[in-house]
């Protein structure tokens, strides 16, 4: 059988940034087994697989795998389908479309853009993040990154579990020199996270930017995955406002906070967390960025 698929960099307003995403459109007969191995197949951090709704209100329902697991929620691959399902929908430049994706998560409301030759999509967070503080073990943490001791902290941060869909360790580091020395030890690093029940992954941070208008740079790594580093993560992200609402304490009204990611890795990206704040808390949240087309083709399979 036959089946469409494309791959887009999503997070990026240029092809080869960004974070590469596969999108299959024909799944009919496709199973559990033949999903998780047509994403192991990519290699890419995520395979979505686009399926008709539950709900005919609603626009698709999407399945998301990792290259060894299936995900409930995650953003990059929610931003790049959005912008795929408007242009095959016929979006054309100066236009917006308005669309709901159903995750396992639950029901993801996205909007998409189309201004001048760029494509843009930004969805609502389906879960608004929670955080759980945690002491890690800083000797223990420090070798699993590959880091001194005094690399790790920000002063006022501390590390927390967020989580807005998918936990995340969420670690803050002193600078962009400490950002750039790290070197996973997954031995020490499953060593330190043993007991929190999920897969080992890890979410870095500092306030020293690459870029001038970015307000924080990060890296993620996901062993456990298959994904040894992330060039962006929109699910992080949507976590990282908890880790912002608790030691940032932003003021009443509306935040866009650019993070910057994959810097290391060659595949600079750009995602704009929205946060609105309301009588101290946080009452919404979404994740936008812009997306490419980057190749069409078919698998048969």
Known sequence: MSRRFFTLDVFSDKALGGNPLAVVLDCDGLDDKRMQAIAAEFNLSETVFVFPPENEKNHASLRIFTPKNELPFAGHPTVGTAVLLGLQDGLETGQKLELALEEKVGTVACGISFDGNTVRGKFSLPKLPVLKSVEFDSVLLAKA?????????IDGHHS??????????????????????????????????SGLGFALELYVYCHQCSGTDSDYHVRMFAPAMGIAEDPAT????????AQLMEYENPGEG???????????MGRPSRIELTMDVKNGQLVTASIGGAAVIVSEGRLFL
Do not use: Y
């Open 160 to 193: 927390s579990i967020c989580d807005a869909g998918v936990p995340f360790p969420v670690v803050p580091l002193v600078n962009l020199e400490a950002m750039a020395a790290i070197e996973v030890n997954e031995q020490a690093l499953a060593e330190c996270f």
């Open 234 to 241: 929109g699910s992080a992200a949507a976590a990282f406002a």
């Open 145 to 153: 990154l590959g880091l001194k001791e005094n690399q790790l902290g």
């Open 254 to 264: 509306t935040h866009t906070i650019v993070i910057e990611q994959g810097i290391e």
